[in-house]
């Protein structure tokens, strides 16, 4: 035994940005706790910032590339022979002139991650192609839409301020299991326990009674998909009663006469039967809203994933902003972040807006989102022949095979690819079908910045991390393989100079960001400023820039603030940038300078809306909801032993009287049947914590039978064979992942099943 080193390093795996300690004994991780200095989670941790440790030391983690061989095994390769492959192979598709052939999908735990953040969008603007893809459109576009047509930029989302309200409406999320999202703010039970505490209330609507549910002060079961229609309801109650209170927004709302005419049909009495939820409660819910003294309504991934996710994202900012809880504090407010703040950033209070539709698919036509199309539509575009088909994929942290609709198509497509590529730290279900994987390192050995989550946490704050172990020879930092791969797709070829390519791209963001009117580098000299940020290079030096050029940096000596990474690497546990403050009107960017209550969009889409009204339930049907669960992320960790252990977590989960109904008993296995596909075998669990007519199964499990051991011993079943492709959010594309229907019959006891 060596010297035990204690370390600090933000947690990377959920949006909640824990501060970890890290015990370390020369390359050996020792133990992983929670940081009792960090300024934001003060030593709050969960299983998973725990089992990072397990990760680490995981021996199915890959540490070289692996090269698909004839027989269909892999086999280890050098980066040169792997990067050789791809430049043989990238180049021959990329030189019959066609950009569009190459697509990418982008996972995840990039969003976690500060080289891909700042790297990816390279690599994507060397391919050239209209062929992006990633999670955000399984996930949360729908929110980030909404609100960069209400608010000018998709990173204008209005968050909880959790820590200082007295009522709050939480709809589609369950914190306590999923630690928040769009929502960063570490230990969410003693958050929501402290309102409580202070003698506030926090309400619940969820299909099932989730451990959030369990822990608020009144829980509502809802039919999926049907919160918008409840949202709408609440808002008319707030017009018919006169409570609608704009307060400090007044002077800067538009289109409140257009919402007042829009909600008009949506009486409670008329979205009670669809809903259901009693004409009486969601009045009483309307009014407590608008009579509590500080209150936020938040939604998440029941909202998003949804039939109506675009309309209930904006909706629950309506009702924060009719209610006058919009931008003040206990309300839902806009996080300042401290780097990389499109809201932050040029002139204030005024800007383009946001433009979405600008190109569309190919094959189906659904819209451009931020830039990228929705994964709904991936699978047919590596199918269909023609101009602008997918022949080359290259995916980065992502596992689209168990996280995208009707999966078994997309993997039958993607085993017809001419070239896959996969960067990674494991072969998953999606990997396994690459040409080439390429390994990330472990997160232990990389720095950590949340460049993204900041935008959405409840205190502004800043914590950089360093490495806590020294690189992996082995293994470069992503920044690096991403720059290779930047280097193959502009022909510079499989040894491109990465240096060169960096400082390409150091110089390109201070030449933007001296050029933004109201920056404050505006007219400086690019050298100057690069010369300051000598001798950093890769991430560092970028977010180096960020900061200093952000609300809080010391702007290379402009005398105002004082924030730099030298500031945050002088500070383990993190700088506290304090609590959120009112924004409005400087926080937005929308063309007019207002914020737009009616979205063009929005209206447009408030028909389809109107006619879920009058839809009728066939007697016994049947929809499937998801779940998350503490000790799984997404698609992954499951191959840490201390993460699944126990019993098994991929259950159908069943009302009573369903299961009475349909013969479905508790341990046994059912049969499920989705629009797109079968599952054949997935084991009951009756339990009245879902609602009558809906069942759940959790999402990221069916493991193939791979190269991760522990993860093939607990596979469970994908839910996602299930969903249909077709079904999206008319506005945002996004998937329609819950409150699909389907049928579940009792697989009957000794039948043969397959999985
Ligand atoms: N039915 C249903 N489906 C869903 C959802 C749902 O609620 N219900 N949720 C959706 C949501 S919100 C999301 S975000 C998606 C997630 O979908 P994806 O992003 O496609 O999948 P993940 O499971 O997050 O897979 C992440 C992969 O990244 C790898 N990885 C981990 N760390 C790193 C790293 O540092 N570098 C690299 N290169 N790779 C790394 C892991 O090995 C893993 O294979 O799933 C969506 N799918
Ligand atoms: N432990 C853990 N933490 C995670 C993740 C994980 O996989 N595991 N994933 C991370 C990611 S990528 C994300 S995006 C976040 C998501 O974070 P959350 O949004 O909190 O996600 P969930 O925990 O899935 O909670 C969604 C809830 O919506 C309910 N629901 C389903 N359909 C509807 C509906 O139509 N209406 C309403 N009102 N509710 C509905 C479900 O029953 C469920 O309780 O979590 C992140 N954190
Ligand atoms: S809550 Fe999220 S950030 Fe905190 S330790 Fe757990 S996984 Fe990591
Ligand atoms: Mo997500």
Redesign the pocket.
């Given at each position: 035994m060596g010297e035990t080193a204690l370390a600090y390093r933000t947690c990377p795996l959920c949006e909640a940005t824990c501060g970890l300690e890290i015990a370390t004994d020369g390359d050996d991780v020792v133990s992983v706790r929670g940081d009792a200095d960090d300024v934001f989670s003060a030593g709050f941790i969960c299983p998973k910032g725990v089992a990072l440790k397990q990760l680490h030391d995981d021996p199915d983690r890959i540490r070289t590339p692996l090269l698909r061989q004839r027989d269909g095994s892999f086999a280890a390769a050098t980066w040169d022979e792997a990067f050789d492959t791809i430049d043989r192979r990238l180049t021959a598709i990329l030189g019959d002139g066609d950009r569009n052939a190459v697509g990418v999908y982008v996972?995840?735990?990039s969003a976690h991650?500060l080289a891909?953040l700042l790297y990816g969008p390279a690599m994507a603007r060397s391919l050239g192609t209209r062929n992006l893809f990633s999670?955000s459109t399984?996930?949360q576009y729908p929110k980030q839409m909404a609100s960069a047509l209400m608010f000018g930029t998709g990173t204008s989302v209005p968050v909880p301020d959790i820590d200082r309200t007295d009522y709050l409406l939480i709809l589609g999320a369950n914190p306590l299991a999923s630690n928040g999202s769009l929502l960063t703010a570490p230990n969410m039970r003693g958050r929501l326990r402290a309102i409580r505490r202070r003698g506030g209330r926090v309400v619940v609507v969820d299909p099932r009674r989730s451990r959030t549910a369990e822990e608020a002060d009144e829980h509502f079961f809802i039919r999926p998909g049907t919160d918008a229609l409840l949202l709408f309801a609440m808002v008319h109650v707030l017009f018919e009663r006169s409570l609608v209170a704009l307060a400090a927004l007044a002077d800067h709302c538009e289109g409140i006469e257009a919402v007042a005419e829009l909600a008009a049909d949506f009486a409670p009495a008329a979205v009670a039967d669809a809903c259901c939820i009693d004409a009486a409660a969601i009045t009483r819910l309307a009014c407590e809203l608008a009579g509590a003294e500080r209150a936020a309504v938040y939604g998440r991934?029941g909202t998003c994933?949804q039939e109506f996710g675009a309309l209930c994202s904006w909706l629950v900012d309506v009702l924060n902003a009719l209610t006058g809880n919009l931008d003040r504090a206990g309300g839902a407010m806009f996080p300042k972040a401290a780097a990389g703040a499109r809201n932050a950033s040029g002139l204030p209070g005024q800007g383009r807006g946001a433009r979405f539709g600008r190109w569309q698919s190919r094959v189906r036509g659904l819209d451009e989102i931020f830039g990228e199309l929705p994964v709904a539509c991936l699978a047919e575009e590596i199918e269909t022949p023609g101009e602008g088909q997918i022949r080359a994929l290259i995916t980065?942290?992502?596992?689209?095979v168990?996280?995208?609709p009707n999966s078994r198509r997309l993997e039958a497509a993607l085993a017809t690819l001419e070239l896959m590529v996969s960067?990674?730290?494991?072969v998953?279900e999606t990997?396994r079908h690459a040409d080439v994987i390429l390994p990330?390192p472990s997160?232990l050995r990389r720095s950590h910045y949340d460049l993204a989550l900041y935008q959405f946490a409840a205190r502004n704050v800043a914590n950089y991390s360093p490495p806590v172990l020294a690189g992996d020879p082995l293994v470069p930092d992503?920044w690096v393989t991403l720059l290779r791969l930047t280097g193959v797709a502009a022909g510079q070829g499989p040894a491109a100079d990465v240096d060169a390519l960096d400082d390409a791209i150091a110089g390109e963001l201070v030449r933007r960001e001296v050029e933004i009117e109201g920056s404050r580098l505006q007219g400086r000299s690019i050298a100057d400023v690069l010369a300051a940020l000598a001798p950093r290079r890769g991430p560092e030096r970028l977010l180096d820039l960020m900061l200093r050029a952000g609300p809080y940096g010391d702007g290379f000596g402009d005398g105002e603030g004082d924030l730099s990474l030298a500031a945050l690497e002088a500070a383990p546990h993190g700088i506290d940038l304090g609590p959120l403050q009112p924004r409005i009107p400087e926080v937005l960017r929308t063309a007019s300078g207002r914020i737009e209550l009616a979205p063009r969009a929005l209206v447009d889409d408030v028909p389809r809306l109107r006619a879920a009204l009058v839809r009728r339930r066939a007697p016994g049907e049947l929809v499937l909801v998801?779940r998350r669960q503490l000790r799984s992320n997404?698609?992954?960790m499951h191959n840490l032993p201390m993460l699944v252990s126990g019993p098994q977590r991929c259950t159908l989960q069943v009302n009573p009287r369903d299961a009475e109904r349909l013969g479905l008993v508790h341990g046994e296995l059912a049969r499920v049947a989705g629009r797109a596909g079968v599952l054949e075998s997935v084991v009951v669990e009756v339990t009245d914590a879902v609602m009558e007519g809906v069942v759940s199964i959790p999402?990221?499990w069916g493991h193939a039978d791979l190269a991760q051991s522990v993860a093939g011993a607990h596979a469970g079943v994908n839910?996602?064979v299930l969903?249909d492709e077709h079904e999206v959010d008319a506005v945002s594309g996004n998937a329609v992942?819950s409150g699909i229907p389907v049928a579940v019959a009792p697989v009957p006891a000794g039948a043969v099943v397959a999985a």
């Open positions: 996972g995840n735990p991650n891909n999670a399984v996930d991934i994933t980065v942290s992502g596992n689209p168990l996280s995208t960067l990674d730290v494991y998953n990997t990330a997160p992503e998801g997404n698609s992954w999402h990221g839910s996602n969903a992942l």
